[in-house]
């Protein structure tokens, strides 16, 4: 006799594995999609990514309740940071995470992330890293941002944080 479960449920443990693969695939696509905009300078395409009723907290860099005001903080994001940094008349801004773990539980789901960024403005750049602890949602059938919170390690000016 074998211990082997029956063809049946096989498949049906099978389709599981591969629902849950699909959703880290997609859950990374969400994750990865935020900074590619910011990254393509597309700040005001950013709030497409959050649920009705998310939520932002960026720390001290500004929080915001609900898609609409998260779209609008995204969208001022970049000339609030040129306004707030007296050398600069323009800023460019590159973020790359990565270490993306997910935990998915039914249509809700919580991530964890790292990033490194580079923010450069005309006499001056900065390093930036942190973690972001991520909360999502699927909503009819696409996964979304339901939250997001910042952690920032650190932020040192280039001429700071490298050896020559």
């Not at 063809?7 to 935020?34: D, F, I, S």
């Not at 001056?124 to 890293?129: N, Q, R």
Request: hydrophobic residues 40%.
């Amino acid at each position: 006799m074998s211990d082997e479960p029956d063809l049946a449920t096989q498949v049906k443990l099978l389709a599981e594995r591969v629902r849950e693969l699909e959703n880290v695939r997609e859950l990374n696509a969400l994750r990865h999609g935020l900074p590619r905009l910011i990254n393509d300078n597309a700040w005001d395409r950013v709030g497409e990514l959050f649920a009705e009723d998310a939520s932002l907290d960026y720390g001290a860099v500004g929080q915001a309740e609900g898609r609409a005001a998260i779209a609008d903080y995204f969208a001022g994001l970049p000339a609030r940071i040129d306004a707030d940094n007296p050398v600069a008349s323009g800023v460019l801004v590159k973020q790359f995470v990565h270490g993306h773990d997910v935990e998915v539980l039914g249509d809700r789901a919580t991530g964890v992330c790292y990033f490194e960024e580079k923010v450069v403005f005309d006499r001056e750049s900065y390093l930036v890293a942190g973690k972001f602890d991520d909360e999502y949602t699927r909503v009819d059938g696409r996964w979304l941002f339901s939250a997001i919170k910042l952690t920032t390690f650190w932020v040192i000016p280039y001429d700071k944080g490298h050896t020559r």
